[in-house]
């Protein structure tokens, strides 16, 4: 349980992601089952943003003139974590544009509810 | 007796074509009448969707189960802040203390997504690069994308934006947005010697786009931005990046000469390639985010 | 420059010719124009691939390749040998004869101004399934995943319809499920082992083992990780996105997506498997039996969803479910005779489904755009080709000797010699499924050649396009000659494999 | 363990997170929804900044809640889910 605490962002960001995870599977709205999804990826910079820290040393841009492999954080899960955002934030606008055209299409948000307009239409 | 032979029954209508029905769905719908097979038919997803509260619970049910199982993971991991956790060996010790000599950047992040392992941030560069055409795909109008009811609703709220002064925001855009601008310059400027880089100065230019463009129009920024300005810089800067990285991967996997100035670090010119990279970037970024809001509210840029 | 080693830049050179082509096509006006780039690209990476094959197999050797000036730990790395080569030509080759006889589907489907945005997406896809089968680093891979997750939804909703949006927002929301899963996945084996290429992960995770450190986070890992690829990869339980994104795509997109791109994702797996978990580890974790008891599930489950279809596209999209369970099925089995049989199974049923899938797309076009088997019957008269090479699939699909699935069946029996305590399991579930098989295939080959003798049908034959004939003339004559001049492949598979170890 | 101050405002934080988090998913209105996740992303990028990753910080800042949330507002515009245009 201690070592829970000790590493409270590792345990945050699974509540997070299994929140985030929840909202995907759970939520009918369009909009909130992709703002889950963004939950779930942020969910997993933070655990990986976490590896990187070590304490008492400070961020990954040379200060002091100081080159020495202890007086700097990892700078490998940051490298990581900047690439995971571009992707995300360019999945998300994807998304929303597939939102709108949905919207467009059936006047709606809810997806049970355009599965079963797609469904009555491919019947007719 | 009826049952067994279900199947034959359905080959034979298949074989024989049925043509005692005349219309197909007639005959669909008599097809799918006997269904002998109830106890094949497994709980489709549609038929759990539509009993909502057992859908609920069986997916608080996994998310729990899900969180549980991490926790006791996470209670397994390498303590937090520790300096002898397995990630801190000598791909990071080398990262920091040979990252300045090897690229020339003070930022070691930059060094190491622009230089180290610059293959991960083409693709990345890619990945927005798709994402935009995605959308252009998606939301350009054309002959299937079409209504008159979105044609009306555009046309009246560039009525309403005609009429509008929107005082406080052409005032506040007109002094905020070249400062944010500016500050997305000095971003992506010093991205090797400072936080920052392409990736988030463009995102920072794009926002004082989107203000100038909130602000003023798009008109105003169709003068300087049109489609074909657009497609010109995306493709080239990724075109640049493209040569650069192909250039530099070339000669170092190949072991031939490779003569890029580092520079003396710290000063804006140096760290070889990673200023012009994170030029590149920073241009096709910025357009990328303009073109999401333009392509956004009016469907074209 | 004598000391250049041409023959390893191929990799390195088919990745960027891919990408650099999907980054100029924008420029191009004409979707015309974008399609003789797209199949150039194909033909010189084809030919590149084959050369490579041909070198590497000779030479019974692999390699790696740095991409840049850095080493392995600090720098991204290729890894190319006789089974990445054989992939990449089976990709460009199946990918070349399916865009190449699915352009009149493009034409027609797509609207002229988003033509050249299809073709960049599909040389994107490709640049990304070489990037997936070449790599030797897990995050360049996360990337690349996702790379080809956007490529492919772009290319389900490429045709603009509402039903397309539909199947795309259903297969988008499932693979970024799955990319969210591998994702976490490396983020803990990142921090359980501190590497992220494949070589020194594999030498961390073995120490890991012996030492008996984190042993319960590892088994999670390996799920998460292969959790994540079986629900991009569509294996049983996760197929739910397959069947409505296949019926509203453009065929051509189907064809691609269902014979290339799902494999790829098994391919990293493999991969994943031989150079990072190594097989020992897997067994010990058993999560290889857990893939095996899927893919037997999904073998049979696949077939029975096929069966209660009616209509041909989704019929043939379940038919892919049960074959994806026949390739984790091999897996599974964890001999190293099981995994030949999966790679070859990967290459018969990219060569068999790309084909079923243009078919079915021409006889439904000529038959008045509807899909129902009733309204397909007699197709096969309208146009012969098509109803050959549907008949031909078929057959393939089932297990008819000659035919190219006849020896990926009979491979996987063969396995199953070898895999003590799976022999029966495997020997039942193959005959109930290729028995199933039969029972969906069959019928439909027999509706297509049912002469129709309806009064108001006057539709004559109708011209197909050179390009379309060709195509399936080169598929079956490709699926035939799998059928009988297999050996050199299994050969060329087992030796990638003995060298993947 | 040791309780620092800046220990305690980093778990404060993280409590936060969570509470933004399940904030989201409990919310009928979807135009809260998109304002609490703006403040999410808000907190990830002073978070980032106790990570000392600048360059995350940054870029969360300009991107989670900057960028993503014009496109979820303008979404909501078009999807007439926002109060004062149009009512769907």
Known sequence: MTHLLINYYEAASVILFGIGFMNLLLQNNLIKKFIGLNIMDTAVYLFLAAQGYITNRVAPILTHGIVDADYYINPVPAGLVLTGIVVSVSVTAFSLALVQRLYKHYGTLNMDEIMRLSREREGE | MHKKNTFLQKLKAWVNGEDTLLHADEYIAKRKQPQPKQWLRSPSVEKIKSNRALYSFLCVLVAMVFITIMMVVVSELPTFGNASNPGNNEVMERYLEKGIEETGAINFVAGMILDYRAFDTFGESNVLFLAVICVLMLLRRDSKNISAAEEKEIAEDEALDAVDHKSILQVGAKYLSPVIILYGIYVILNGHLSPGGGFSGGSIVGGGLILYAAAFGHQSVQRFLNFRTFTWISVGCLLTYFACKSYSFFTGANHVGYTIPKGIPGHILSAGFILPLNICVGLIVACTMYGFYALFTKGDI | MEHINWIHNIPFFSIFLAMFCGIITPLLKKGSIARMVHTGMLCVVFCMSVLLLLNVYQNGESFTFMMGHFPAPWGNELRAGPLEALMAVTFSAVMLLTTVGGASFIAHDVVPEKQNFYYIMLNALFGAMLALTYTNDIFTAYVFIEILTIASCALIMAKGTAQSMVGTTHYLVISLLGSGMILFGVSILYSITGQLLFPQMKEAIIQLVASGQYTFPLLVVTGFVFIGLAIKSALFPFHSMLPGAYQAAVPTSSGVLSGLVLKSYILLGIKLIYSVFSVDVMLQLKIIDILFVFGLAGMVMGSVYAMRETRMKRMLAYSSVAQIGYIYMGIGMASRIGMVAACFHILAHAVTKSMLFLCCGQMVEDSGGKEQIYYLRGAGFRNPLAGIGFTVGALSMVGVPLFVGFISKLYFATASVYAPGKMAAVLIVLGISMVLNALYFLPSVIAIWTPVKKENETQTRISVSPAFGVCIVAFVFLNIMLGIYYRPFIRIIEMGIILLQ | ?88
């Open chain 4, 1 to 88: 363990m040791n309780w620092e101050i800046s220990t305690i405002i980093q778990m404060l934080m993280v409590v936060f997170l969570i509470a933004c988090a399940i904030g989201v998913s409990v919310t009928k209105n979807l135009f809260i929804a998109v304002i609490i996740f703006m403040g999410y992303s808000s907190i990830m990028a002073i978070i980032w900044v106790f990570l000392q990753s600048p360059d995350l910080a940054i870029t969360e800042a300009a991107v989670g809640a900057g960028v993503s949330s014009v496109l979820f507002f303008l979404t909501l515009k078009k999807v007439h889910a926002l109060k004062g245009t149009r009512e769907g």
